[in-house]
């Protein structure tokens, strides 16, 4: 069977606009065009599919779509999108460069540990480090915004477009101040805490999930009585002479030199602080991404005894 396509882009993206703005006279005005260039795109479109895509009336004034209309924006949503990920990437090629995304937790406590390893391949000079949230950055990396990410999370990744390495697992911490009751405890279970006041991590992070299961599981609902994105201000929070409440954090952000005092937690089964290096599955790896994904799963090897 001979297979035939010849879209274009143009008539691709005057298609999608046309399916969010439902009128002819906006798309024409955003693409800077005549009405009937639209109207000869939507026809190729249908020619080329066998289908109807729209539903007019005779003023073009209102338009509906066809099941088959509706279906195809899909599609083409997803064409348009792959194909600005295939720039960025070609892009990206060009400048020899690797983008990675480092979450605030990882790039101020894990990265430091792994950057001489880093320095010593060549590796730290070309790459070019963009500074989010995971869940932001997760989704940057689908969209072709980075080459690749190192990622928090408190479940392995799992998703049929991300190839991912785990590198590192980490513990969850209570953190209280020197002269707090629990200070001398090596460890303390959760429901201890239930009448704690704690000052979070807002929601940016990874570690409100990690709270809130551990608060289902235990049925401990402890009370949080201030969030923040900055880690310093509540460390700083936690240490102060009144005693304002307590924290959870993953033991990296906690080194040994630090003001607070960081207490295991004496439950079974409980959250931990999973980094990975994660890159889309169907980006084909550069030489020198390649050697930093080697480089960096040296790390994997050791957590698997391999």
């Not at 007019?56 to 899909?74: A, C, K, L, N, P």
């Not at 990744?157 to 991300?162: A, G, M, P, Q, R």
């Not at 190839?163 to 279970?189: D, E």
């Amino acid at each position: 069977m001979d297979v035939r396509f010849f879209m274009n882009i143009k008539d691709l993206q005057y298609y999608k606009k046309l399916y969010q703005e439902k009128r002819y006279t906006k798309v024409a005005n955003f693409f800077h065009v005549s009405q009937p260039a639209i109207t000869a795109a939507i026809q190729r479109l249908e020619k080329e599919l066998g289908t109807q895509l729209i539903i007019r009336d005779q003023s073009h004034h209102e338009i509906r779509f066809t099941e088959s209309g509706r279906q195809f924006e899909r599609h083409a949503t997803q064409m348009l999108k792959e194909l600005d990920i295939a720039r960025q990437e070609i892009q990206a090629l060009k400048m020899e460069k690797v983008s990675i995304g480092l979450p605030p937790i990882i790039g101020n406590y894990y990265f430091p540990a792994i950057s001489s390893m880093l320095a010593k391949e060549n590796l730290l000079q070309n790459m070019n480090v963009y500074e989010d949230g995971s869940q932001s950055l997760f989704h940057k990396l689908l969209t072709g915004k980075m080459d690749m990410a190192l990622l928090g999370a408190i479940h392995p990744i799992e998703d049929e477009h991300v190839t991912s390495h785990l590198l590192a697992r980490k513990k969850f911490k209570i953190i209280v101040s020197p002269q707090h009751s629990l200070a001398t405890r090596k460890s303390v279970a959760f429901q201890e805490l239930k009448d704690e006041p704690f000052i979070q991590l807002s929601d940016h992070f990874i570690h409100p999930l990690a709270f809130e299961g551990l608060s289902k599981k235990t049925r401990t609902h402890p009370p949080v009585i201030y969030r923040t994105n900055d880690i310093q201000i509540i460390k700083g929070m936690v240490v102060v002479a009144e005693n304002v409440g307590i924290s959870f954090f993953t033991e990296i952000a906690v080194p040994e030199y630090a003001p607070v005092i960081a207490l295991s937690l004496a439950d079974p089964g409980q959250p931990e602080f999973l980094i990975s290096l994660a890159y889309r599955s169907n980006h084909i790896l550069t030489p020198l991404q390649q050697k930093l994904v080697d480089v960096l799963t040296k790390q994997e090897q050791r957590i698997n005894g391999s």
